[in-house]
Structure formats: C-alpha cells, structure tokens
C-alpha cells in the first residue's frame, strides 16, 4: 500500500512568486491534515480536511494561503503570492479516523519551500 | 504560546546506555499523548502513546511515563542503539471540537554514539 505521497520535494521561488504543493493521501483516508515546519521549530498544524470539508483551518497563517481537496481525494496548498517567512518543510499526514485514540498520523516527506 | 515543549534540543548517548527525552505540556486539556520520531528527509513516523488514563506505556525498548500532576511525560529507549538516532517529537491531543487534532513540540535530536 502507497503511502503519503507528497510533490514537489522541494521548491525554490522568489518572493511574490506562487507555489503550489500536492499531497496524495493513503487510500480510504478521509483525514488530511497540512502542518509546516519551519527550521528547527514545532511542527505546527495548518489545517484539517474530512473528505472534501474543511473541518479545521485555525493554523492557516493569513489568507496567502490557501488549501483544497476536490471530491475528497488529493489536496493541494497554493501560497500566493510567497513570502520569506513563508519558507519551511511542509507536511502532509493522513488518517482513516479521528478521536483521541485514534491511533496515529500518517506523515509523508514533506514538501521543502525555500522562498529567496 | 507553545503549549507542548521539548526544552532539550539535543541529546548525546552511548550505544547500550538508556535515552531519556522530556516534554512538558501547559493545556490540561490534553488527554492522549504520542512519540513520533523523524529521520533526515522524510515525514515523522509514529513510535508510542499513551492514554491520560495511564501513567506507564511500553513497547520493546520504548516505554513513555506520564505525570499528569507535573505536565509531564517523557520517553525511555532502553537500550539505546546507533538506528535510533533521530529527531523525536512530543505531541498531544485535546477534545478541540471533537477533532482531536496533535499538536507537536519542536523535537529533540537523539544521536547514539557506537
């Protein structure tokens, strides 16, 4: 079974430019989750998809960014227009279930923004 | 505001010796906690958890302890070994909204010397 699959690895852009970043969640997970780490800080969450719902978006940083998952399946987050603060490793993680024993998120690489 | 800290950024350990990582938490809310570890390149990955309900949860060299009276938990990797080496990261869930999403600390480098 696949896991998170997550595209770019890494994107280098300049400041204003826009980026989007994919991620393929393992199969039959309705959870998504977008959380980003910036150098050497907390992996802080962003936002939380149940299917194709927005179920939580209070980590969203400001309205540059913003976050899709059409008919349920992959998500995408497009930053626009890009900021250096911006810059961080951008991770993906899906989950069949929600709740506190739930059990855990399934991460992928993560995406590296650089953003010069 | 962070309310799940690792206050360690680092730690150095002899292969065979036992690795002790802390987290301390500020939200009473939390009721379920987990140890997720993370190697260069690629996504943390799952290790432990445990229950508010229990104070002690193991599994082969991994055993996490839980002091809710101190906010505090911590990991025990006994004995340590050079694959251990990585980034290990604090998380807890709270009933916000029923969603129980983790929230993450900023993580603790283990390096285990042979």
């Known amino acids: 079974e696949a896991g998170v699959t997550q595209f770019p690895s890494h994107s280098v852009i300049e400041k204003g430019q826009t980026v989007t970043l994919r991620c393929d969640p393992i199969s039959g997970h309705d959870n998504l989750y977008w959380y980003r780490r910036v150098m050497g800080k907390e992996i802080k969450f962003l936002l939380h998809?149940?299917?194709?719902?927005?179920?939580?978006e209070s980590g969203m940083p400001n309205n540059r960014f913003l976050a899709e998952r059409t008919g349920g399946t992959y998500s995408t987050l497009k930053v626009q227009p890009a900021e250096l603060e911006d810059s961080g490793v951008y991770f993906c993680?899906?989950?069949?279930?929600?709740?506190?024993?739930?059990?855990?998120?399934?991460f992928g690489e993560g995406s590296r923004l650089t953003v010069l | 505001d962070q309310q799940v800290k690792q206050n360690s950024p680092s730690l150095s350990v002899q292969e065979g010796r036992i690795s002790i990582l802390n987290c301390d938490y500020t939200?009473?809310?939390?009721?379920?906690f987990l140890w997720y570890k993370k190697y260069p390149a690629e996504g943390p990955t799952f290790l432990i958890s445990?229950?508010?309900?229990?104070d002690k949860n193991e599994d082969g060299r991994f055993t996490v302890f839980l002091n809710k009276s101190a906010k505090h938990l911590s990991l025990h990797i006994v004995p340590s070994q050079p694959g251990d080496s990585a980034v290990y990261f604090c998380a807890a869930k709270a009933p916000q909204g029923g969603s129980y999403i983790p929230t993450f600390g900023r993580g603790t480098s283990l390096i285990v010397h042979p």
């Open positions: 998809f149940v299917k194709e719902s927005k179920q939580d």
């Open positions: 993680a899906s989950s069949h279930i929600t709740g506190a024993y739930a059990g855990e998120l399934f």
């Open positions: 939200n009473s809310m939390f009721d379920y």
């Open positions: 445990i229950s508010s309900i229990k």
